[in-house]
């Protein structure tokens, strides 16, 4: 059976840093590309970050570009969502997806406040 | 980047009755491989996203056959043949044809009468 758990969120300072972490079981995780997905409270899906089996490639959107930094380890089948100079609006569940998004995390909040 | 528009934003229904929800995108989906990357997913209360198809009209396995997929080019259509109360829910629609951004629809909630 296929598995993504999220951990690594909670509430953290604007201009904080965060480091989530997805847990992959059931699937050969060296083989499958990879993203984290955010929905803020109340609100629909926003993609946050790409990347591929081998993390030769690499994608961000436009509103986390230059503060998170995606990663994977392929030995410890994980997938990881380093996130620096945390801001309000980046308040969301979090979650950890496949390529072609057949298979999602339960999520993991992530709040910034003060 | 491709826009993603839903409609209705709000879909109360009558169970056992038909849903419809379209999707549009400002451009065309169709990827230079031939294939159209357009997917479909449910969001029940409190849980994570499901999806129900990809590439416009194929369902997931586990997928009751009440829910379908058509369309092309920038038009696209998720139908439920008759809502049962399990189907409640925010659907969204997502592109994967013109990425990065992967972009989502704003979702429509489906809810009973």
């Known amino acids: 059976e296929v598995q993504l758990v999220e951990s690594g969120g909670g509430l953290v300072q604007p201009g904080g840093s965060l480091r989530l972490s997805c847990a992959a079981s059931?699937?050969?995780?060296?083989?499958?590309?990879m993203n984290w997905v955010r929905q803020a409270p109340g609100k629909g899906l926003e993609w946050v970050s790409y990347?591929?089996?081998?993390?030769?490639?690499?994608y961000y959107a436009d509103s986390v570009k230059g503060r998170f930094t995606i990663s994977r380890d392929n030995a410890k089948n994980s997938q990881y969502l380093q996130m620096n100079s945390l801001r309000a609006e980046d308040t969301a569940v979090y979650y950890c997806?496949?390529?072609?998004?057949?298979?999602w995390g339960q999520g993991t909040l992530v709040t910034v406040s003060s | 980047d491709v826009v993603m528009t839903q409609s209705p934003l709000s879909l109360p229904v009558t169970l056992g009755q038909p849903a419809s929800i379209s999707c549009r995108s400002s451009?065309?989906?169709?990827?230079?491989?031939?294939?159209?990357?357009l997917n479909w997913f449910q969001q029940r209360p409190g849980q994570s996203p499901r999806r129900l198809i990809y590439?416009?009209?194929n369902r997931d396995s586990g997928v009751p056959d009440r829910f379908s997929g058509s369309g092309s080019g920038t038009d696209f259509t998720l139908k439920i043949s008759r809502v049962e109360a399990e189907d409640v829910g925010v659907y969204y629609c997502?592109?994967?044809?013109?990425?990065?951004?992967?972009?989502f629809g704003p979702g429509t909630k489906v809810d009973i009468k």
């Open positions: 997806a496949t390529r072609g998004f057949d298979y």
């Open positions: 059931g699937f050969t995780f060296s083989s499958y590309e």
């Open positions: 990347i591929s089996s081998s993390d030769s490639t690499i």
């Open positions: 451009q065309s989906l169709v990827h230079s491989d031939g294939n159209t990357y």
């Open positions: 590439k416009v009209s």
């Open positions: 997502m592109q994967g044809t013109h990425w990065p951004p992967i972009t």
